[in-house]
T-cell receptor, first 117, second 115 residues
Framework: AQKITQTQPGMFVQEKEAVTLDCTYDTSDPSYGLFWYKQPSSGEMIFLIYQGSYDQQNATEGRYSLNFQKARKSANLVISASQLGDSAMYFC??????????????FGTGTLLAVQP | NAGVMQNPRHLVRRRGQEARLRCSPMKGHSHVYWYRQLPEEGLKFMVYLQKENIIDESGMPKERFSAEFPKEGPSILRIQQVVRGDSAAYFCASQSSTLPGNTIYFGEGSWLTVV
């Protein structure tokens, strides 16, 4: 069965520093997709970054990058130069193999990030 | 993200009443998903719909819950005879296609409180 694990319930980071949020996944399928979403206190789910299992390079989107280590089945999110507005809950999610009848996402339990001034 | 519109944002119902949550996907998106987020938990898949069809409802409770995505109009998640355990945030997401790399965008959620 597919599973996403986020082992850090909460983290602190100083403003302007970089922070890594951990995510490991478990799947026996060779093709899948990995997502990171941000959920601020207002509640909406904001898409941050996507990594396909066959992508050769790690995904980057502005200050967000995904440290994808396929052999270790990890997809850690790196936020560079943290800002106060980055304080939020962060969810890692996995999508099942390409070509499946559904693209339902499997979510981790989330990491609450607090950026300190 | 703002393209997926959900309403109402907040809904309060007494036990036994019905709750109807609406979702209009992003323009051009024909794939709609509903997820539920219980307090202090991640999102859990409920149902996947395309226009006029339920494709995957493996995450839906067997009773009291139903979903539709008619040819015209928004997708509706309907919860009959609500109980306190139904209190949660319900998120709708949409996608233009299921091709690899297609991002799934979420709405802002509907918070249901059952009193």
């Amino acid at each position: 069965a597919q599973k996403i694990t986020q082992t850090q319930p909460g983290m602190f980071v100083q403003e302007k520093e970089a922070v890594t949020l951990d995510c490991t996944y478990d799947t026996s399928d060779p093709s899948y997709g990995l997502f990171w979403y941000k959920q601020p206190s207002s509640g909406e789910m904001i898409f941050l970054i996507y990594q396909g299992s066959y992508d050769q390079q790690n995904a980057t989107e502005g200050r967000y990058s995904l440290n994808f280590q396929k052999a270790r089945k990890s997809a850690n999110l790196v936020i560079s130069a943290s800002q106060l507005g980055d304080s939020a809950m962060y969810f890692c999610a996995m999508r099942p193999p390409y070509g499946g009848a559904t693209n339902k996402l499997i979510f981790g339990t989330g990491t609450l990030l607090a950026v300190q001034p | 993200n703002a393209g997926v519109m959900q309403n109402p944002r907040h809904l309060v119902r007494r036990r036994g009443q019905e709750a109807r949550l609406r979702c209009s996907p992003m323009k051009g998106h024909s794939h709609v998903y509903w997820y539920r987020q219980l307090p202090e938990e991640g999102l859990k898949f409920m149902v996947y719909l395309q226009k006029e069809n339920i494709i995957d409802e493996s995450g839906m409770p067997k009773e009291r819950f139903s979903a539709e995505f008619p040819k015209e109009g928004p997708s509706i998640l309907r919860i009959q005879q609500v109980v306190r355990g139904d209190s949660a945030a319900y998120f709708c997401a949409s996608q233009s296609s299921t091709l690899p790399g297609n991002t799934i965008y979420f709405g802002e959620g509907s918070w249901l409180t059952v009193v």
